[in-house]
């Protein structure tokens, strides 16, 4: 339930981000791809024939995560060594592309870039399997040189980032020297250090991080404790934080989400909605990138694992590494479970979350009125306005608003809170915004709403707002009516001495815009 109760302020968060800068520690990887067809058993040998037809790099590691804060629209900088061959040349390139800054990628000649070379292959022309990976690697530790010339890189530029990624896959460059060294340099400057570990699951080199983000078997290799329940990912996110000095740890659980624990001891699960998992590779990279971007922008850490939950969910419902955008993030946001409680914002709030829709290219539409005692005349008439685009803000009177009206002494009959709670529990409306004005100018210039729409009795020319509206390329309509459902009519109904059941007449056909 937490997950849903927080998509809606989870967009706001995403539009909050800003353009961070991060840097990113780690090893860099060069994943290669040889597609082909798996034809027949080779003549030479009891092995399968790959008729080559294709090739594909990808960035792989640290310089994956590095990749992917940069689709999160932040800035990032990159630390790590790479071969002195043409390889270590191939990823500097991409990473360079993507723009991160590569200025502390060092090349080091006395070990190869680490490659991990695939090969795919198709048998009559379905999806291609994985039939063999040949890594290329060495696993020692980088030397104290080379280890020093980094931090003489980085050192006297972290003050210009907001956050530090370490990402280990054990090949030697994250040394107690190197991590111990950039994460009290951090610590100092308040910068917070979120470490992904190697699958090993060792964290010694990454005491007084400020989090790790291990998944069950790395902390059930750095704890001993198996993460079958999260009663047992609480109880080995204590003892990580305890053993390690850490301010919180996310124990990742793939399909179960993510627990949250805190060094005080404090502790929550972070669920996750069930999705269709088609490749897992990437996700753990996801998840630290996402959760880094958040840590940057001043994110809780409850929020980051949220998110960080929503961005891996969308990694594994693709095939192989792919950098997961915003927008991306903010339409699963949009279109998951929303909560009624967290339909009704402020003008501000909607503000945010018309702009998002608007980066999804969505057409909203917004409608205004009292809608005092809800009835089917207002359902029919909302569903309609729904109907005309992809996102409806219902515009609320509030309760000093609808006296200033003249509706009568004993108006309104709900109250404004009462009144935007049964507006939010309709599907049809997707925001609700409380307004004290007399007319909804404010609010339509606040939000530009591509369409304003009103229903009973209004023509167009009628409609308050249109010239607004029109000014700035919008569009005004009035939708049709159900008759005798006005709530004038239905409260003179209620207060009649004789009691009769009100007819349910068929609705007018919609009006055409003029």
């Not at 007819?503 to 055409?512: H, I, T």
Request: aromatic share 4%.
């Amino acid at each position: 339930m937490a997950g849903v109760m927080s998509s809606y302020h989870l967009v706001d968060l995403v539009q909050r981000l800003g353009r961070p800068r991060l840097l990113v520690v780690g090893d860099l990887i060069l994943d290669r791809y040889v597609w082909g067809d798996a034809e027949r058993v080779s003549q030479e040998a009891p092995v399968i024939l790959l008729r080559e037809d294709r090739r594909e790099i990808r960035l792989g590691g640290a310089a994956n995560v590095a990749n992917m804060v940069r689709g999160l629209e932040a800035d990032v900088a990159m630390v790590g060594v790479v071969g002195a061959d043409d390889d270590g040349k191939c990823v500097i390139q991409e990473l360079e592309a993507a723009g991160v800054d590569c200025a502390a990628v060092l090349p080091d000649a006395s070990r190869p870039t680490t490659v991990k070379e695939r090969y795919l292959g198709r048998a009559q022309n379905r999806h291609p399997h994985q039939m063999l990976r040949v890594d290329r690697e060495v696993r020692t530790a980088i030397d104290a040189g080379q280890c020093q010339r980094l931090l003489d890189v980085v050192l006297p530029r972290l003050g210009d980032y907001q956050a530090v990624l370490i990402s280990d896959y054990g090949k030697g460059v994250c040394t107690p020297e190197l991590s111990q060294a950039i994460i009290k340099a951090a610590k100092a400057q308040g910068i917070p250090v979120i470490v992904d570990p190697s699958s090993s699951g060792d964290c010694r080199n990454f005491v007084g991080a400020t989090a790790v983000t291990p998944n069950r078997l790395e902390t059930y290799r750095a704890t001993g404790r198996e993460i079958r329940t999260p009663d047992d990912a609480y109880f080995a996110g204590r003892r990580l934080c305890a053993q390690y000095d850490l301010a919180y740890a996310f124990v990742t659980m793939d399909k179960d989400g993510m627990a949250l624990v805190m060094a005080d001891g404090s502790s929550q699960m972070l669920p996750t909605r069930k999705r269709e998992v088609y490749d897992i590779t990437g996700a753990g990279d996801m998840v630290l990138a996402t959760i880094g971007v958040g840590a940057a922008a001043g994110a809780t850490p409850a929020d980051l694992g949220r998110l960080a939950n929503v961005a891996g969910g969308l990694e594994v419902e693709q095939i192989g590494v792919v950098c997961i955008s915003r927008e991306e993030i903010l339409a699963d946001l949009i279109n998951g479970s929303r909560s009624t409680k967290a339909k009704v914002c402020t003008l501000d709030e909607a503000a945010r979350h018309v702009e998002a829709r608007r980066k999804l290219h969505q057409l909203v539409v917004l409608t205004n009125g009292c809608f005092d005692v809800l009835h089917v005349g207002h359902v029919s008439y909302l569903q309609q306005a729904a109907d005309e685009g992809d996102c409806l803000v219902v515009a609320l009177n509030s309760d000093a608003s609808v006296r200033a009206q003249n509706k009568g002494p004993d108006r309104p009959v709900f109250s404004e809170e009462h009144r935007s709670t049964m507006l939010a529990a309709l599907e049809a409306v997707d925001y609700v915004v409380i307004f004290d004005e007399e007319t909804p100018h404010n609010v339509l210039e606040k939000l530009k709403p591509d369409l304003l729409v009103k229903g009973g009795t209004y023509t167009n020319d009628q409609i308050v707002g249109k010239e607004l509206v029109e000014s700035y390329g919008g569009q005004v309509k009035a939708l049709g009516e159900v008759p005798g459902m006005s709530t004038t009519e239905i409260l003179r109904h209620l207060r009649s001495p004789v009691a009769t059941t009100i007819p349910m007449p068929a609705a007018k056909p919609n009006r055409k815009a003029g």
